[in-house]
């Protein structure tokens, strides 16, 4: 037999207990969006407690009504999270949008996922206008290590940009990677070479030029960022699957990056798991040379690392930066020279006009990558008209084949 005052407790009637789970919900909410916790630790000290300690409560303590207790608690929370976001008090309310879009940027990570979010955002702009409401940009997982793509502080950016600037001005270039350039060019061209000879032998010529455009422009940012590791060309392509991993890890980015709290569970499903450690061990596995090898070459890691500041940025911040330059200046890179090489072989009028303005200035090739190059290169019009327009900026794929 409980004490009297137990038992008036859990003899409390259910409009009573309707009360208390509507006042903890909305409590329970505001915790929630004030503080934004995406750990499981404290996201279940939240969701947990609270219904365990109500479902105790109602005149019945039987396994439906427990469920139904935490069922209610929880749609209750997503209900105060709908009506507030679809409320005139919402600090976006006087933006137009789709109310789906007010609600949740789930609508957006599956349309990335798909690899449509280009065409459903313009669909938007084209029935509310150039503003419109789609949710919050300005989300990143706390606590995790940020690349500087990823900083939207301009305090925090621009202090982080100040390594990058060193490593990416004009003398850097000119002094330390123009030699790690110039032999991989001279290593596609001897691919390149071989090919032409192999045709002219009477053989078969096919050059997957995304294939090789990828593997050059993975080389270069393997030597210039590490010092080396990748080795894509001599192999012949991507023999550590890398660029595959790649795309699978962008695809899961793209979508996830709508709703970053879910990285930390979905890290925690083994296939997405698998996933992410393929990809950081053949992304990070040159970095992790390079760190534990050590060099006095003033590679762009020398760089990012900032290894002469009294305060250098942490490993994991290195590491984020590391692979985000690795990708950024050689999976874009790729796409447009890919683009260039499409452009200029559907017109070969527009490919004559460059082949003579590069004889022109270049007769007798470039030997010495120099100011003297740089001068002459920066004066060649079609050249730079060409990367100007090397591919058409996001359109449709309708819009895209109608160009070509």
């Not at 600090?91 to 599956?110: E, M, N």
């Not at 090739?365 to 060649?380: F, V």
Request: charged fraction near 20%; charge should be positive; proline fraction near 6%.
């Amino acid at each position: 037999m409980y004490p009297v005052h137990l038992q008036t407790l859990y003899g409390l009637s259910s409009r009573v207990v309707w009360m208390l789970l509507a006042l903890s919900s909305f409590i329970t909410w505001r915790a929630f969006k004030r503080l934004e916790p995406d750990k499981p630790l404290p996201v279940a000290f939240l969701l947990l407690p609270v219904p365990c300690f109500l479902s105790t409560l109602g005149p019945s303590q039987s396994l439906p009504a427990t469920v139904g207790t935490f069922g209610i608690f929880y749609v209750s929370i997503l209900a105060w999270t709908v009506a507030y976001r679809l409320s005139p008090w919402h600090p976006l309310a006087q933006f137009p949008g789709p109310k789906v879009c007010r609600v949740s940027k789930a609508v957006l990570a599956w349309q990335a996922y798909k690899g449509d979010l280009h065409r459903y955002v313009r669909g938007l702009h084209e029935a509310y206008g150039d503003m419109v409401r789609i949710g919050w940009y300005n989300r990143v997982t706390p606590g995790t290590p940020t690349s500087l793509v990823s900083i939207r502080d301009p305090i925090v950016h621009k202090s982080r940009r100040r390594v990058w600037d060193r490593a990416f001005s004009p003398a850097t270039i000119r002094d330390h990677w123009k030699g790690h350039v110039m032999k991989r060019v001279g290593q596609l061209v001897d691919h390149f070479g071989r090919i032409a000879q192999q045709k002219e032998r009477g053989g078969k010529a096919v050059v997957d030029l995304n294939n090789w455009m990828t593997s050059f422009t993975y080389d270069v940012m393997g030597d210039v960022t590490f010092g080396g590791g990748f080795e894509m060309m001599k192999a012949g392509g991507d023999r550590t699957g890398m660029t595959e991993a790649l795309q699978g890890y962008n695809i899961m980015h793209a979508a996830l990056a709508h709703i970053p709290w879910a990285h930390t569970y979905v890290r925690l499903l083994p296939l997405a798991a698998a996933a992410g450690k393929r990809f950081a061990s053949i992304a990070l596995a040159p970095l992790m040379t390079r760190i534990t090898e050590g060099t006095q070459v003033k590679d762009l890691f020398w760089f990012v690392a900032d290894e002469e500041s009294p305060t250098p940025p942490s490993r994991a911040t290195v590491k984020a930066d590391g692979i985000m330059a690795v990708v950024a200046g050689s999976d874009t890179t790729a796409t447009t020279l890919t683009a260039i090489w499409y452009f200029l072989l559907r017109n070969p009028i527009i490919m004559q006009l460059l082949e003579e303005e590069v004889d022109a200035h270049f007769a007798d090739g470039i030997e010495q990558w120099g100011d003297e190059a740089m001068r002459k290169m920066s004066g060649m019009v079609r050249l730079n008209a060409i990367m100007s327009v090397r591919s058409p900026p996001s359109m449709n794929t309708e819009d895209l084949l109608e160009l070509s």
